[in-house]
């Protein structure tokens, strides 16, 4: 029986190890796997610039989502870690320092540490309000210092660096966009599992309980303030990263990297990629730098419709969009995913229609009001239109009220196959 016992035991751990490495490693092949489904310069850009977001939107989680603490300045330990290693760049070039690219980041998140640490010394003392104020206040304070203080941060100009002078690294000099990317992205691995492993040590797992009940905790004997101070102090470190490797990749720092546009824009990552996981912000990240790169290519209006989304996805998915996918997935393992087949096609169809004309509709109504003199043609879905006929507005306002009056028929049906999906006993009592 002992021995029966113990063999279950070692396969039941054995299954949990694999189960927890296994995503891992699923990762690191999508990352080693991009490049060669996506390689031209332009894709690498984007990429890169979605891994640093979510190594920033990972490490503002970690106040967020796993201590409760709101950060409205979150951004200035990110940018104050960029500027330093553009300053090291540069101290590199002039001095043929022996310091290689790839350690950079470190240099970066020792930098967001030392902010932090300073900071978090008495930001950290009280939560809510109280902790949020003071964020937003050192956040412009700092993002008021870049103006001021040229000689560290450039003025409004901001200061750049080459990193093609940093030492190689076993014979790469870091020229190409590819050697980059694959940079970035060994970093995001490692960010994000160090990242992942704090969450589970003690001070993690306290930093959850001082988010839900700081009251408690100190009744148990954990000290409130130094909980959140440690993990004020870990995201600075990580928001230090994420600037480093914005500064590698980029090579130039400005007043942009550390202002409040740039505190709140990863406050909207977070809550639209969801809180309540570690790897829910990741979602957020993706989705935000496709619409700030590629929308943004396509038309002016790309801020409208992401602010559009946020709304959406605060009133009616609190968990963000990880959360969306997460009870899809609980359903497809219950093998119960073809009940929502069938109510999901008929509202597809009419919900397409009502989002693809409303923007129609703003883009009609932004080109008459921003075109030029004389004229009244531009390009929808492939199709060239008259602003100023009446028709094209007649057709989108038709189609866009028309899509929503359907979309509010076929919502009772979802609702229904929605609760009988996630019934847990899958059948009408």
């Known amino acids: 029986m002992t021995q029966t016992a113990h063999s279950r035991s070692s396969t039941a751990a054995t299954m949990f190890s694999v189960a927890s490495v296994l995503p891992w490693l699923l990762a690191a092949l999508l990352l080693l ?89 008495f930001s950290t003392r009280k939560a809510g309000t109280v902790f949020a104020m003071i964020s937003l206040g050192v956040g412009e304070l700092i993002a008021a210092c870049s103006i001021i203080i040229v000689a560290f941060f450039g003025g409004e100009e901001g200061i750049s660096g080459d990193r093609t002078y940093m030492m190689p690294f076993f014979e790469v000099e870091f020229f190409t966009q590819i050697e980059v990317y694959y940079l ?91 809180i309540g996981v570690f790897f829910c912000p990741i979602v957020g ?27 959406a996805t605060v009133m009616f998915f609190p968990d963000g969009l990880s959360g969306v996918l997460m009870r899809h997935a609980n359903i497809v393992q219950r093998g119960r995913p073809q009940i929502l087949v069938s109510p999901y096609t008929k509202m597809a169809i009419p919900a397409l229609v009502t989002v693809l004309a409303s923007a129609g509709l703003c883009e009609v109504l932004f080109h008459g009001r921003h075109a030029a003199t004389g004229e009244h043609s531009m390009v929808l879905y492939w199709i060239t239109i008259d602003t100023h006929s009446l028709l094209p507005w007649v057709v989108l306002i038709g189609c866009a009220l028309g899509g929503f009056g359907l979309c509010k028929r076929i919502a009772p049906d979802v609702l229904e196959a929605w609760d009988e999906a996630s019934r847990p006993g899958g059948v009408n009592p």
């Open 33 to 121: 796997a991009l490049p060669t489904v996506f390689p031209s310069n332009s894709a690498l850009t984007i990429m890169n610039q979605m891994a640093i977001t979510i190594v920033f939107a990972l490490a503002y989680n970690m106040l967020l989502g796993q201590g409760g603490m709101l950060s409205f300045g979150h951004a200035v330990y990110m940018g104050v870690g960029g500027f330093m290693c553009v300053h090291i760049m540069n101290y590199v070039e002039v001095n043929e320092a022996p310091v290689p690219l790839p350690l950079l980041p470190i240099f970066g998140g020792l930098f967001g540490l030392g902010l932090a640490s300073i900071v978090g010394s």
């Open 184 to 274: 970035t992205a060994f970093w995001l691995l490692l960010a994000a599992f160090l990242m992942y492993l704090f969450s589970r040590t003690p001070i993690g797992r306290m930093a959850n309980a001082v988010r839900d009940n700081p009251e408690r905790a100190e009744f148990l004997g954990y000290s409130a303030r130094w909980v959140r101070y440690y993990s004020f102090c870990a995201s600075g470190f990580f928001c230090g990263i994420a600037g480093a490797l914005f500064a590698i990749n980029f090579e130039i720092l400005t007043e942009e990297n550390l202002n409040l546009a740039t505190s709140g824009s990863i406050l909207l990552i977070t809550f639209l990629g969801g």
């Open 285 to 311: 990240a993706i989705v935000f730098t496709l619409l700030q790169t590629v929308l943004s290519l396509e038309t002016e209006l790309w801020q409208l419709y992401l602010g559009a989304l946020f709304l």
